[in-house]
């Protein structure tokens, strides 16, 4: 109990010690952030009725699996999933991410579309940020976003409130990005869940669980980074502008964003892979360290071990897991859940297993921040140099975010 609580601590105190304003801590924000975060881990991981709900969801998720799977079959036979008109002697190697994996961010992109068309979404939205208001004291259009987050992207989030950004306070400016990084859209969340299923009980309830939990992790982080005016307007609703005029037409917009998402995602991951293995091939010419080459994620790996350790996981496992972790910050958390997956069952101890899903469970990565810095200012070319500025911030802010989301499931789960 005490390691993920002094771990906790560390973890404040790092984003104290990366504050721009030491001396203005605003402790209600953090107070409340903090109580919020531990409040819907027991409702969430504790509360019988919504553990049971967690639990049904995935179910909805393997349904939605089957459901594109026939869809990736019939356009792409057995490379979709079908069955193989071949005799199989290596059925590990069958499942091929870009014609199995990803297509199912185009069914939860059209479904994400269709229940915005039918005003559902916004109004959940609507009702986190309402919660966020009440509790830490943040409002308008800072709390729309911040909740948005949980739901949809870092870009889309931060569309929903467009009128509001160029007027927004730097704090304010901040926390959208820091929600940004430190949770996962929807689309996202069902790929994920698919793919650690086989090796993690209830991967949907859990990846659900850590995208909520985060929103309030990221309201203290960001606030003690960069303290400032978060109050916003009085109330915001979600801008619907360019919203569709039919569900049909809102399952074709969905469809043609998710085929823009898809590729890249792909893109992104064979350039980020490509180019972090050129940087291991010469960081591999240095002398081997412990009877293996040196890389990227084990030199992140050693630095983030103390991280690991103190969010929970045990120190038998914190090795292992700190790489994971540093190959999340270096490629993305999606390299890092499918290096997690192919891990032997017994590298890590269940319980560690669970408290990194859950550190793990973000954005904040180097390519994120690349499309985050590239969307925030096309859409408010103004204040690009502020945004670049705050860039490598959120990425940090968004990180501790999400261990911190770690240690709080470790003590409550």
């Known amino acids: 109990?005490?390691?993920?609580?002094?771990?906790?601590?560390?973890?404040?105190?790092?984003?104290?010690?990366?504050?721009?304003?030491?001396?203005?801590?605003?402790?209600?924000?953090?107070?409340?952030?903090?109580?919020?975060?531990?409040?819907?881990?027991?409702?969430?991981?504790?509360?019988?009725?919504?553990?049971?709900?967690?639990?049904?969801?995935?179910?909805?998720?393997?349904?939605?699996?089957?459901?594109?799977?026939?869809?990736?079959?019939?356009?792409?036979?057995?490379?979709?999933?079908?069955?193989?008109?071949?005799?199989?002697?290596?059925?590990?190697?069958?499942?091929?991410?870009?014609?199995?994996?990803?297509?199912?961010?185009?069914?939860?992109?059209?479904?994400?579309?269709?229940?915005?068309?039918?005003?559902?979404?916004?109004?959940?939205?609507?009702?986190?940020?309402?919660?966020?208001?009440?509790t830490t004291g943040i409002g308008g259009a800072v709390g729309v976003a911040a909740a948005g987050n949980i739901f949809v992207g870092m870009i889309e989030a931060p569309l929903l409130i467009r009128p509001y950004l160029r007027e927004m306070s730097r704090a304010g400016l901040f926390l959208v990005m820091t929600a940004g990084m430190a949770t996962i859209a929807g689309n996202m969340f069902v790929l994920y869940a698919a793919i650690l299923s086989p090796v993690l009980l209830d991967a949907a309830g859990t990846l659900m669980t850590a995208s909520v939990l985060s929103a309030p992790a990221a309201v203290v982080i960001a606030a003690l980074m960069v303290p400032g005016d978060l109050t916003g307007e009085a109330a915001v609703s979600v801008d619907a502008s360019g919203s569709a005029d039919s569900a049909a037409e809102a399952i074709v917009q969905g469809t043609l964003s998710g085929v823009q998402l898809v590729v890249g995602v792909a893109a992104t991951l064979i350039v980020a892979i490509a180019l972090v293995d050129l940087a291991n091939q010469v960081i591999g010419i240095l002398p081997d360290v412990g009877g293996a080459e040196l890389s990227l994620q084990r030199i992140l790996g050693w630095l983030l071990t103390p991280f690991a350790w103190l969010i929970g996981i045990s120190w038998e496992d914190a090795g292992r897991a700190g790489e994971l972790m540093g190959t999340k910050i270096v490629l993305n958390e999606l390299v890092a859940y499918l290096e997690m997956s192919a891990l032997p069952s017994d590298t890590l101890s269940p319980r560690s297993e669970l408290i990194l899903t859950y550190a793990l469970c973000g954005f904040a990565n180097l390519g994120s921040l690349g499309i985050m810095l590239g969307g925030l200012a096309t859409m408010i070319p103004e204040r690009r140099s502020e945004i670049v500025a705050l860039g490598p911030k959120s990425l940090a802010a968004g990180t501790i975010a999400c261990f911190m989301t770690g240690a709080v499931a470790g003590l409550v789960g």
């Open 1 to 134: 109990m005490w390691q993920g609580a002094i771990g906790i601590l560390v973890l404040l105190g790092v984003a104290w010690a990366l504050s721009e304003k030491r001396t203005a801590i605003p402790v209600r924000i953090v107070v409340s952030g903090l109580v919020l975060q531990f409040a819907l881990a027991l409702l969430f991981l504790r509360f019988p009725p919504v553990v049971e709900a967690l639990t049904f969801l995935n179910k909805f998720i393997e349904a939605l699996q089957q459901a594109t799977q026939s869809g990736t079959s019939f356009v792409f036979g057995y490379l979709g999933g079908g069955a193989a008109p071949f005799e199989t002697t290596a059925p590990q190697y069958g499942f091929i991410l870009a014609t199995q994996g990803l297509p199912l961010i185009l069914i939860v992109s059209a479904l994400s579309s269709l229940l915005f068309y039918w005003r559902i979404l916004p109004r959940v939205v609507q009702g986190f940020a309402w919660l966020l208001e009440k």
